[in-house]
């Protein structure tokens, strides 16, 4: 099992920024690639952002996203991140740290076997 838990979430300006964080726990974090995805209210959770277990380095956006934001780990600190850049009143969602067993990147949430419970965020005009 692992367990995952975001933080970092908040009200931002557009143009802003935020850092998104997700403590891992329970098992190598290192094995594991990982994944961000968000869920604005009436829609469906999309992936946002991958990156490979550690050692790997092969990271993935959405469309969407690219250029703006950065995904990366931390395998001393157990730690997943989201940078978040020129926000967009458009990334308004809660945000969800995801992890997959295996290497492979994936970008649908079926692909991922473990969730933490997101963090909202929250860009105004």
């Known amino acids: 099992q692992v367990q995952l838990v975001e933080s970092g979430g908040g009200l931002v300006q557009a143009g802003g920024s935020l850092r998104l964080s997700c403590a891992a726990s329970g098992r190598t974090f290192s094995s594991l690639a990982m994944g961000w995805f968000r869920q604005a209210p009436g829609k469906e959770r999309d992936f946002v952002a991958g990156i490979s277990r550690s050692g790997g380095g092969v990271t993935n956006y959405a469309d969407s996203v690219k250029g703006r934001f950065t995904i990366s780990r931390d395998s001393a600190k157990n730690t997943l991140y989201l940078l978040l850049n020129n926000l967009k009143l458009e990334d308004t969602a809660v945000y969800y740290c995801?992890?997959?067993?295996?290497?492979?990147?994936?970008?649908?949430?079926?692909?991922?076997?473990?969730w933490g419970l997101g963090t909202q965020v929250t860009v105004s005009s």
């Open positions: 995801a992890a997959k067993n295996g290497s492979t990147l994936g970008s649908h949430p079926d692909e991922y076997d473990y």
